[in-house]
């Protein structure tokens, strides 16, 4: 019974570290995403979708594992609680990365020349916010440390307060439509960075409760 255990546990592991490696991809591609947008640089688009493909395949690695481990094994208690924890958080860890290519991608659409220097410092303030929020939320889970969540919550609070300004400073200004609608549309995808974030840490206070109870 004993060695039935150690061997689940290792199954477990696998899965915890896959996991693991997707919050890495998603921490260390951020920074980059914001970085090309700014410099108009189309390149990272292209290197973002190949490690997106990646990421989709990983995801599906580890939706597998946890549905074989949930039908043979038959879990229960925080065994369980952590199976269907990361069947919930893969889904967030995916289209957040998704999310950094549809940024990625509007680096050679973006008009680097025809954003207002506020402009610019609010989508820095943006990326940098996002960045911290998902390292945080990347040791929430390393750690499963729930109280992480209202941390998070409030960052995302200062997430939507640049969003807002972001906006107005667009409609202050005259710049092409093309552009301006790009730019809308990449404010909206940093908040949703974050809204991910906040999803993920309040998933791991659940599992963090239930297995310090």
């Given at each position: 019974?004993?060695?039935?255990?150690?061997?689940?546990?290792?199954?477990?592991?696998?899965?915890?570290?896959?996991?693991?490696?997707?919050?890495?991809?998603?921490?260390?591609?951020?920074?980059?995403?914001?970085?090309?947008?700014?410099?108009?640089?189309?390149?990272?688009?292209?290197?973002?979708?190949?490690?997106?493909?990646?990421?989709?395949?990983?995801?599906?690695?580890?939706?597998?594992?946890?549905?074989?481990?949930?039908?043979?094994?038959?879990?229960?208690?925080s065994d369980l609680r952590f199976l269907l924890t990361v069947l919930r958080i893969a889904?967030?860890?995916?289209?957040?990365?998704?999310?950094?290519?549809?940024?990625?991608?509007?680096?050679g659409h973006v008009l680097a020349a025809e954003l207002s220097p506020r402009c610019r410092?609010?989508?820095?303030?943006?990326?940098?916010?996002?960045s911290g929020m998902w390292r945080q939320a990347a040791d929430c889970w390393y750690q499963?440390?729930?109280?992480?969540?209202?941390?998070?919550?409030?960052?995302?609070?200062?997430?939507?307060?640049?969003?807002?300004?972001?906006?107005?400073?667009?409609?202050?200004?005259?710049?092409?439509?093309?552009?301006?609608?790009?730019?809308?549309?990449?404010?909206?995808?940093?908040?949703?960075?974050?809204?991910?974030?906040?999803?993920?840490?309040?998933?791991?206070?659940?599992?963090?409760?239930?297995?310090?109870?």
């Amino acid at each position: 019974m004993g060695e039935q255990r150690s061997e689940f546990d290792r199954r477990l592991d696998a899965i915890d570290v896959k996991v693991i490696e997707l919050f890495a991809t998603v921490c260390e591609d951020l920074p980059g995403v914001t970085e090309a947008l700014l410099s108009g640089s189309g390149e990272a688009a292209g290197e973002l979708a190949g490690r997106d493909q990646a990421v989709d395949v990983l995801c599906g690695q580890i939706e597998e594992l946890v549905s074989q481990e949930i039908l043979l094994q038959a879990p229960v208690a925080s065994d369980l609680r952590f199976l269907l924890t990361v069947l919930r958080i893969a889904p967030e860890l995916e289209r957040t990365h998704d999310l950094e290519c549809q940024i990625a991608s509007r680096a050679g659409h973006v008009l680097a020349a025809e954003l207002s220097p506020r402009c610019r410092g609010l989508i820095s303030q943006m990326g940098e916010v996002a960045s911290g929020m998902w390292r945080q939320a990347a040791d929430c889970w390393y750690q499963r440390d729930g109280s992480a969540a209202s941390a998070l919550a409030m960052m995302n609070e200062e997430m939507h307060e640049l969003h807002a300004s972001l906006a107005a400073e667009i409609a202050s200004r005259r710049m092409p439509s093309s552009v301006a609608i790009d730019i809308v549309l990449v404010a909206r995808f940093y908040e949703r960075l974050g809204d991910h974030a906040v999803n993920i840490t309040r998933r791991v206070r659940y599992l963090a409760g239930s297995t310090a109870g």
